[in-house]
């Protein structure tokens, strides 16, 4: 099985799908995080200029003092530490603020471009990997079972989009249940998919110099 798996990857065109993959990741979390990010902040900016934003007493508590243009609001998935109650309660007002413009930002573009986003970028990353090793020969060594890491992490951040929706389709502060599962699998996510991605990026450049050097 191995070997049929490794034989199809060192083909031209795991790059070529792999190039495409990485393209259309860049492409989808720009669109998805930009118009995310400025609904979030704009809510910030106008509290702080203290304007009155039409959201109801739910969220009448929440702070945004600790947040400027400097250090801006981030969304559920740009927190690698997870949040708690609290600060998922300003996210979600802060999507409701301004007749829910953020809110439908993340229903209509936000959320379907992330799940997209994860389901691209984890056989990436991992088509990815098994061609490097099968390039420096290490095809049968126990770095082949690392192959899962990226996957594993697409898997969370899907599951995380659906803990968040289902967050975000509710009304503030949220199902406080779901909170902590949410953070946790977010944290979780970020573990995976940093450390199989610069894992990859490190054994990507030196199979570059390698294949320079030796040629």
């Known amino acids: 099985m191995?070997?049929?798996i490794f034989g199809w990857l060192t083909a031209p065109?795991?790059?070529l799908l792999v190039f495409l993959g990485v393209g259309s990741m860049f492409w989808l979390i720009m669109t998805a995080e930009?118009?995310?990010g400025s609904a979030l902040n704009a809510v910030v900016v106008l509290h702080q200029a203290g304007q009155k934003l039409d959201?109801?007493?739910t969220?009448?508590?929440a702070k945004f003092s600790q947040y400027s243009l400097d250090r801006?609001?981030?969304s559920f998935d740009g927190r690698p530490d997870g949040y708690d109650r609290d600060e998922a309660e300003q996210i979600l007002c802060a999507m409701q603020a301004r007749s829910g413009a953020g809110r439908e930002v993340y229903l209509q573009k936000h959320f379907p471009r992330d799940m997209a986003f994860a389901a691209l970028y984890g056989p990436a990353l991992a088509a990815l990997w098994l061609f490097l090793l099968a390039g420096f020969g290490w095809q049968h060594s126990f770095l082949k079972y690392l192959v899962f890491v990226p996957l594993v992490g697409a898997g969370l951040d899907l599951t995380e989009n659906l803990f968040v929706h289902s967050l975000v389709s509710g009304s503030p502060p949220g199902d406080a249940s779901i909170i902590p599962i949410a953070s946790l699998i977010t944290a979780a996510k970020w573990h995976a998919v940093a450390g199989?991605?610069?894992t990859v990026l490190a054994l990507c450049l030196v199979y570059l110099l390698w294949r320079s050097v030796w040629r």
């Open 72 to 74: 801006p609001l981030n």
């Open 13 to 15: 065109r795991v790059a």
């Open 196 to 198: 199989s991605a610069g």
């Open 59 to 61: 969220c009448e508590k």
């Open 2 to 4: 191995w070997e049929r």
């Open 34 to 36: 930009i118009p995310l």
């Open 55 to 57: 959201w109801d007493d």
